[in-house]
């Protein structure tokens, strides 16, 4: 009785640890992502390609 109640809590508290970190690990990799693409987008944006803004009226 005492095995099966401590297997059921460690069983759930394994399933929540599984989740915290899956959470942990995709926001760090979306993060390095994000920087990444950004870093991409200033390494190679063409200055002349970028578009132009309308004159302002006065």
Same mark, same amino acid.
């Given at each position: 009785?005492?095995?099966? !109640?401590?297997?059921?809590?460690?069983?759930?508290?394994?399933?929540?640890?599984?989740?915290?970190?899956?959470?942990?690990?995709?926001g !760090?990799g979306?993060?390095?992502?994000?920087?990444?693409?950004?870093?991409?987008? !200033?390494?190679?944006?063409?200055?002349?390609?970028?578009?132009?803004?309308?004159?302002?009226?006065?």
């Amino acid at each position: 009785m005492v095995d099966e !109640i401590f297997d059921r809590t460690y069983q759930s508290a394994r399933a929540d640890l599984n989740d915290g970190l899956r959470v942990l690990f995709s926001g !760090i990799g979306r993060a390095v992502g994000d920087s990444l693409k950004v870093l991409h987008r !200033i390494e190679w944006s063409a200055p002349w390609e970028a578009p132009t803004k309308p004159a302002r009226r006065v």
